[in-house]
């Protein structure tokens, strides 16, 4: 691994730091990508075998209402849309490795994939989270027809509750740790481009 070899040489002839350890935080730094690229790959894996569930479910199961076909054409539009951004991050943070042994543009580069991240977890989910709620309140018609009275009800308190659950406790964790998962990763660097720095 070149990048890491260079660096390693550049980082050794600098006076030695003992609070800094330059092994400790590259391990660090590609942990958490790691870690950050595993998480991303694993979400759309699963966002992909959704996708195929209703797409299976579109030709399998005969609905009785056509709300519930348009409800499973807004799903299936919406999850692609995640799948495919969920995958774009995933290879974007995958194939960030080469920029190591260049610790400035690879924390120039972590800070417009925290921005675009941070737009796609908050502005962009927003929009996916309504039109989701959306193709549920289509599917509602047929759940309205085909469920006893109370049943019904108590499905659509159900996913009120968990729209609400996964808006405001779920995703605000999963951004916050997303973040702080980045961050290290930028402190780490700053540490690094600290020592390369020749005030000459």
Not at 103 to 115: A, E, G, H, S, T
């Given at each position: 691994m070149k990048g890491f070899d260079e660096i390693q040489q550049l980082w050794q002839g600098q006076a030695p730091d003992p609070n800094v350890s330059f092994e400790a935080m590259l391990m660090r730094?590609?942990?958490?990508?790691s870690a950050l690229a595993r998480k991303l790959f694993w979400q759309s894996i699963a966002v992909g075998i959704g996708v195929v569930i209703l797409l299976w479910m579109c030709v399998a199961v005969d609905f009785s209402t056509w709300t519930t076909y348009l409800a499973l054409v807004i799903m299936i539009g919406c999850i692609c849309?995640?799948?495919?951004?969920?995958?774009?991050?995933?290879?974007?943070?995958s194939n960030s490795h080469h920029l190591l042994s260049k610790?400035?543009?690879?924390?120039?580069?972590?800070?417009?994939?925290?921005?675009r991240r941070n737009r796609f977890n908050t502005r962009s989910y927003t929009v996916?989270?309504?039109c989701i709620a959306i193709a549920f309140a289509l599917?509602?018609?047929e759940?309205?027809?085909?469920?006893?009275?109370?049943?019904?009800v108590g499905a659509i308190v159900f996913i009120i509750?968990?729209?609400?659950i996964c808006?405001?406790?779920?995703?605000?964790q999963y951004i916050h740790n997303e973040n702080a998962r980045i961050e290290e990763m930028i402190d780490n660097l700053e540490r690094i481009k600290g020592q390369f720095y020749d005030p000459n």
């Open positions: 730094i590609k942990g958490n990508r849309y995640y799948f495919v951004n969920q995958l774009s991050d995933y290879r974007a943070i610790p400035q543009d690879y924390i120039n580069y972590l800070k417009v994939f925290q921005q996916y989270e309504i599917y509602g018609v759940m309205y027809f085909a469920l006893p009275l109370w049943t019904f509750f968990w729209f609400l808006h405001f406790v779920f995703m605000k």
